[in-house]
């Protein structure tokens, strides 16, 4: 019984400096809340190739809980794309690769063209090739679209954050 009552003592005393801590949900207001607000109000401008299109195409729907008519910010994105092989066996043919998706973007403020948040994001995935040239290609594909969605979410995680912070 003593151990039992000393066990919750120590999680209450760990408990109270938490109150404090500022700690606050991000989303706070749900669709009415600040930064949902902000991320309804940023334009995706295009970005180029297959990558780009799935990446602008997974930033819309990550973007879009509010859509907004009249967009106060654009997110201007740059994409690196590759595909490096790994692996080679002993008949010099590649046994693996790895396909990386690398994101450079700016949230500018179109009122004024000031750059509110200038980072990088991106994610990596390995691909094991295989005799079947059909296989490989979709697994490369399929590698790049999950990608898009990784490389959106961080994207928009750091967005929310951004935004979170001029409210």
Known sequence: MNRSVLALTALMSLSVPLAGCGLQPMYAGGNSGAVA?????IEV??????AGWLVRNALR?????????????????RLDDRLEGLGVLGDDTI????????ARYQLVDISNGSILLDATAGSDAGIDVV?????????????LENLSREVASRI???????????S
């Open 95 to 102: 046994g693996r690769e790895r396909r990386i998706l690398r």
């Open 156 to 166: 928009v995680t750091q967005l929310s954050l951004t935004l979170r912070s001029q």
């Open 37 to 41: 607000q902000g991320l309804g109000a």
């Open 131 to 143: 005799s079947s040239e059909y296989a490989t290609i979709a697994a490369e594909q399929t590698a």
């Open 61 to 77: 729907d990550k973007l879009g809980a509010v859509p907004s008519t009249d967009p106060r910010y654009r997110l201007d994105v």
């Open 45 to 50: 401008a295009p970005i180029e190739g297959q």
